[in-house]
Nanobody, 124 residues
Framework: HVQLVESGGDSVQAGGSLRLSCAAS????????MGWFRQAPGKEREGVAT???????RYADSVKGRFTISKDNAKNTLYLEMNSLKPEDTAMYYC???????????????????WGQGTQVTVS
């Protein structure tokens, strides 16, 4: 069965950096989109960064220029490099994937069918 396991979350000071990883397993297809989402207490889950099957990336305006999404197909791992972190980046971060046929609107949460359990990022 499909499994997504995030790691790399931590508590850091403002201006610091973190690298999140998401190990994927159990796939028999290549997802159309892979993405990072986050959810802060009392807020809805929002798209942060996504990468498509052909390596097209999309970012939320709030993280453009600070976050970078990438993937290593050989390792079946998705990454999120986060720099210049701000207190407002504090949230639980989730990785997620769509079906094979969904290749557009990758920042739309409703397009995702598989989710990890999340990793906490706290910026103070």
């Amino acid at each position: 069965h499909v499994q997504l396991v995030e790691s790399g979350g931590d508590s850091v000071q403002a201006g610091g950096s973190l690298r999140l990883s998401c190990a994927a397993s159990g796939y028999t297809y290549s997802p159309g989109c892979m993405g990072w989402f986050r959810q802060a207490p009392g807020k809805e889950r929002e798209g942060v960064a996504t990468i498509g099957k052909w390596l097209t990336t999309r970012y939320a305006d709030s993280v453009k220029g600070r976050f970078t999404i990438s993937k290593d197909n050989a390792k079946n791992t998705l990454y999120l490099e986060m720099n210049s972190l701000k207190p407002e980046d504090t949230a639980m971060y989730y990785c997620a994937t769509t079906s094979e046929v969904t290749t557009s609107n990758c920042l739309m949460r409703g397009n995702y069918i598989h989710w990890g359990q999340g990793t906490q990022v706290t910026v103070s």
